[in-house]
């Protein structure tokens, strides 16, 4: 009974994974007619409205747990946790606009590095040797993929962005931690509908919008089944096969995308993204399998 139920969580793992994989080759198509800020709104409304109606169709057939809500002492974490909801989709969708999907796939990984350095020098948690060198590794391949011109050693502007998207995630990762105890499908509708709306009004202050109907309805169906759903699967999945082996699972989600990009758009890789790729497979291979590094959840 416990091995089928093993492979049922590690089934959803990996298929968190997958739908989290499509994200931002798909995203990457979006963009031709949606602007960066309103795509972000509708990326985290999608996943909010989504996880609204699964919450409403569990309570319905009785299937719902009691579980923990948060209290008005969350109410400045939630905040911040929204905030940089907010921003970092949005850093997101402009790097996304100026550089490859493929590039961006193996940049989030960065958001490992970023959510262990805040944990370290703000949270004041330790960390293991493993998790160290996997740090290192990440580092310098998305340094790597960061560079446009290697004779003149240039950025590129795109890369920049995806950096500062997982530097917000980072931060954001560790207030979510904060909140693990709690009713996890609250905690993604707040994030959907709060980092949605708040995405949605910069968007409507900067006059970023489109009336495009189809491809507004495809932008809130990828929120729901890349940001919402992959969620709510990996959730379940941690609660049977703990933090460490379920982050293993999913750290196969970058690679999947990058993957999917060149098959989407394609596009052959370069020699200098190899290099990145087989770096950046040892570094997370080092941070999934370390045994105290929490999950990371991406959302």
């Not at 340094?143 to 290697?150: A, M, P, W, Y």
């Amino acid at each position: 009974m416990m091995k089928i139920q093993n492979s049922t969580a590690i089934l959803w793992a990996v298929l968190a994974a997958v739908l989290y994989a499509i994200s931002s080759p798909i995203s990457k198509l979006l963009l031709i007619e949606i602007p960066p800020t309103m795509m972000a709104s509708l990326l985290y409304l999608g996943a909010g409205i989504g996880m609204s109606i699964i919450s409403m169709i569990r309570y319905k057939m009785g299937n719902f747990k009691d579980e923990m809500k948060i209290t008005k002492q969350e109410l400045p974490i939630t905040g911040a946790m929204v905030v940089l909801d907010i921003l970092a989709p949005i850093f997101l969708m402009i790097g996304l606009k100026m550089t490859t999907p493929a590039n961006v796939s193996l940049l989030n990984n960065f958001e490992i590095v970023a959510t262990s350095v805040v944990a370290i020098f703000i949270f004041k948690e330790s960390i293991s040797n493993r998790l160290w060198l996997a740090i290192g590794l990440i580092t310098i391949a998305s340094v790597i993929l960061s560079v446009e011109d290697l004779s003149s050693f240039t950025f590129s502007f795109g890369s920049v962005f995806v950096l500062l998207a997982s530097i917000c995630w980072g931060f954001e990762n560790n207030c979510t931690r904060m909140l693990s105890v709690k009713d996890p499908l609250q905690v993604v509708i707040i994030k959907g509908f709060g980092s949605g709306l708040g995405s949605l009004l910069i968007s409507l202050i900067l006059k970023e919008t489109s009336t495009n109907i189809i491809y507004i309805f495809a932008s809130l169906l990828l929120g729901f089944v890349a940001y919402g759903l992959s969620i709510f699967l990996y959730v379940h999945a941690q609660r049977q096969l703990g933090a460490a082996k379920t982050s293993a699972y999913y750290a196969v989600a970058p690679f999947i995308g990058a993957g999917l990009s060149f098959m989407i758009f394609l596009q052959t890789p370069t020699i200098t993204f190899i290099i990145a790729l087989l770096i950046m497979i040892a570094g997370t291979y080092f941070a999934s399998t370390d045994s105290t590094q929490e999950a990371l959840i991406e959302l």
